[in-house]
């Protein structure tokens, strides 16, 4: 028997010996287990299975290079090192893709966002703990260690906490979720260092908003927070519950619209929408928009074109107008937002009392029908024609409280430099008067009512009056 040996350096490889072969010696599973055994290599049986597979491979004509060892040791299983694995939820991939399938399964590139926010008490992900591995051994028993990793750690940074089992973590308030080399944090704002664009998708945001760039024509951006735009903002839609600053101003194209519970400071304004609550400043000029604002309006230097503008409080400019003669109109003192709910109030009452007419006219068909004698569906419906009715009352209760409240309003325009023609100030829905001809400021325009109890337009140096 010439059968021999080659074994491996770190003793885990056993391999036939094929330069000490003869024509004379056997290969076969016997020969090949007393080789071993002469090799002091114990024959168990994952060791069989090794010798059965390189029978298999050797009989299959298998080059002589390329031939499995006879026998191998058990490798080691080295530890993993652990990782933090993030909750599907905030994959950028997987919801992007859920956020993008909209109008039929097709995709609207407009929500895909690249933002990848979480709320209030929702799981960030899971720690993925480093394993211990597993020894191995070589060809004669002896014990091969596994290779070792250190231990992974993920601290909990500003606004995360972790779990009692020590390996699920939360936000403990609404933001943008980073994980800085082994620190995971939420941050309460977000800093889109670009325009607001295909490259971002639309923003939807439970907290403040710092935007360096533009936002592009038709993508929203929405906020709990305040909103800071670098930029312009475009044919765009922007909401926000907090204010809005706007450092390059608001060219709307006729398409943005602008809805803000705080307050609203912007360089210009052109062809906009905007709903603001509290107080608007625009710091050059104001060309055909339409301004809603429940608090005062003031732009700083510049002229007002062609604009509509309604405020609760004073709206206040150096040029209203232009040579011209281009319609302005403004209306001081009308709280807009109280206008919508009188609105709806009346759409309510509207509907309701076409609702009840229909009723009415319909049990008047049955009841001569039935000659005179109600049915089941008669009664019901004349109980409901009368809860219909009690609740029309209070809605025009409401409605006519809300009307008072409207209608003592105080506001009033002061213009510094020029008054142009073309100028129409409104009271409610009565334009009281337009203003006629060229007038120079510093000019406050009033609405008052003369001695048969009419409103006029009132003209005299700002401050003098007390509304």
Known sequence: MTLSLKISPDKMFAVLDFSQLTHEDKIDFESLVEILRLNSIDVYEMVEKDIHYFLEQFNAGIDHEQLPPIAQGLAPVSAEKGYFQWDEKLDPQKQNQTSALKDGGKINYYEQSSVITVGKGEVLGLLQRTTKGQAGKDLFGKTVPAKAQSEYIVKAGD????????????????????LLR???????????????DFSTGNVNFPGDVHIKGDIKDLFEVQAAGDIVVDGTIEAAKVQCGGSLQVKHGIAGKEKATIIIDG?????????????????????????????????????EKGAVYGSIITAAGTIKTPVIGSPAGTEIIVRPGIDPFLEKQINREKNKIDELSNKTNEMLSRAKE???????????????????????????ETLQSNLLQLQ??????????????TIYPGTKVYRNHRNIAPIAHEMLGPIEVIVQKNEQGQEILSFQVPGEHKV
């Not at 089992?165 to 979720?177: F, H, K, L, Q, R």
């Not at 008072?404 to 430099?417: C, P, R, S």
Request: proline share 3%; with cysteine; charged share 20%.
């Open 182 to 196: 082994d620190t995971l944090q939420v941050d309460p704002f977000i800093d889109i260092k670009s325009d607001v």
């Open 366 to 392: 049955m009841m001569a029908s039935l000659q005179g004698h109600p049915n089941n569906e008669v009664k019901k419906m004349a109980v409901e024609v009368m809860a219909n009715k009690q609740q029309i």
């Open 404 to 417: 008072e409240k409207l209608a003592q309003g105080k506001g009033t325009l002061i213009v510094n430099k």
């Open 159 to 178: 606004n995360v906490e972790i779990l009692a089992d020590g390996i699920t973590y939360v936000a403990s308030e609404n933001g943008v979720p980073t």
């Open 263 to 299: 307050n609203l400071d912007a360089k210009y304004l052109s062809h906009v929408t905007v709903w603001v609550k509290g107080d608007i400043m625009i710091h050059s000029e104001i060309v055909e928009s339409n301004i809603n604002c429940g608090g005062n309006v003031t732009l």
